[in-house]
């Protein structure tokens, strides 16, 4: 399934998820950040790969964490736009 398709299933199937948060959850979503020792992990391999240097099993790795990205950063979207779209003047 080409990319695009995948992000379109996966903010569909995230939706329901995303009408469950409160404002405060919302908040706690949409500033949730690595660790500093994940984020040194995730730099190493993002930096093997551009450079085509990661075994299998990095690669696997890897492409596991790209993939939790992708639906965090999903979340984070749903998030931020709960909290834009509450906002109390």
Same mark, same amino acid.
């Given at each position: 399934?080409? #990319?695009?398709? @995948?992000? !379109?299933? /996966?903010? %569909?199937? /995230?939706?329901?998820?995303?009408?469950?948060? !409160?404002? $405060?959850?919302?908040?706690?979503?949409?500033? =949730?950040? @690595?660790?500093?020792? =994940?984020? !040194?992990? *995730?730099?190493? &391999? @993002? !930096?093997?790969?551009? $450079?085509?240097? *990661?075994?299998? %099993?990095?690669?696997?790795?890897?492409?596991?964490?790209?993939?939790?990205?992708? *639906? #965090?950063? #999903? &979340?984070?979207?749903?998030?931020?736009?709960? *909290?834009?779209?509450?906002?109390?003047?």
């Amino acid at each position: 399934m080409p #990319i695009g398709h @995948a992000n !379109t299933v /996966l903010e %569909e199937g /995230l939706e329901p998820v995303a009408r469950c948060f !409160t404002r $405060e959850v919302a908040r706690e979503v949409a500033s =949730l950040r @690595a660790d500093p020792k =994940l984020q !040194t992990q *995730l730099d190493a &391999l @993002a !930096t093997k790969a551009n $450079e085509g240097e *990661l075994t299998s %099993e990095e690669r696997e790795r890897y492409e596991a964490y790209v993939e939790a990205i992708d *639906l #965090i950063s #999903i &979340l984070q979207a749903k998030a931020r736009k709960i *909290l834009a779209d509450n906002v109390t003047p």
